[in-house]
């Protein structure tokens, strides 16, 4: 597992930002998932770790994010 490293700093105030996924609610615990923004979210602010930057590829980003689940 891996766990919060400063959440405290994580603003997601544009779209590319790459966080790790909690294992539940409230857990201070990450597993192996991770997500990308697509817009600016302050719901996440402050709850999960950012750990890197979309810097080039957005489109490919955006496309993933049109897919049906």
Sequence with gaps: YLFDENPEESVFDRPGKVAMAKLSAGDNRYGSQ???TTA???RLNKKYTIFAEVDSGMDVVEKISRVPT
């Design 34 to 36: 991770f997500f990308i």
């Design 40 to 42: 600016a979210d302050e």
